[in-house]
T-cell receptor, first 114, second 118 residues
């Protein structure tokens, strides 16, 4: 299982600002997912990226998958207080014999201040 | 949609007691369920993977006698924390997969269960 590095670990910004968080690995991702988790709740899937160079947009969120599929970024435009949460990237991998699992990075804790 | 429900959402128990957490897929059959543990301000760490009707596969460092997992049906998996101690206090989250998940990579998460051991 490869190690997923997320940066920054913590980010505090003013409402209306833009931000980017990153997810990196030394190995090629098979497929990468981004989640947002609010305190006391389970993570909620935002997007899955599979193809190198892929860009997906979800309202003010833009997800990019690196050409080499070793890194991904999440850019939020004009952040709102409702964007506050823990942003997690996760790799979905098959571990043989029909089994699979999801491995999470350590996350970026985002706080958007009004 | 695919809804996964955990119960209880919060539980407080005394040291030495056992606690059972349930994870149910409400509107689909979950071929595989995963149990994660999350400490404050940290990420989700996979504890074990369970397939219906078979023994769970535990991740390295997770005590199988401490964290008993039962996946008796396609809609229910349970995690029992035996002889709980304060260091077992954590947020436990389950996720469930459908038969198509091996292709889609889509897992469905429960709301989590906060365990506090006094």
């Amino acid at each position: 299982t490869q190690l997923l590095e997320q940066s920054p670990q913590f980010l505090s910004i003013q409402e209306g600002e833009n931000l980017t968080v990153y997810c990196n690995s030394s190995s090629v991702f098979s497929s990468l997912q981004w989640y947002r988790q609010e305190p006391g709740e389970g993570p909620v899937l935002l997007v899955t990226v599979v193809t190198g160079g892929e860009v997906k947009k979800l309202k003010r969120l833009t997800f990019q998958f690196g050409d080499a599929r070793k890194d991904s970024s999440l850019h939020i435009t004009a952040a709102q207080t409702g964007d506050t949460g823990l942003y997690l990237c996760a790799e979905f991998t098959h571990s043989g014999a029909g089994s699979y699992q999801l491995t999470f990075g350590k996350g970026t804790k985002l706080s958007v201040i009004p | 949609g695919a809804v996964v429900s955990q119960h209880p959402s919060r539980v407080i128990c005394k040291s030495g007691t056992s606690v059972k957490i349930e994870c149910r897929s409400l509107d689909f059959q979950a071929t595989t369920m995963f149990w994660y543990r999350q400490f404050p301000k940290q990420s989700l760490m996979l504890m074990a993977t369970s397939n219906e009707g078979s023994k769970a596969t535990y991740e390295q460092g997770v005590e199988k006698d401490k964290f008993l997992i039962n996946h008796a049906s396609l809609t229910l998996s349970t995690l029992t924390v035996t002889s709980a101690h304060p260091e077992d206090s954590s947020f436990y989250i389950c996720s469930a997969s459908k038969r198509t998940s091996s292709v889609t990579g889509e897992l469905f998460f429960g709301e989590g269960s906060r365990l506090t051991v006094l």
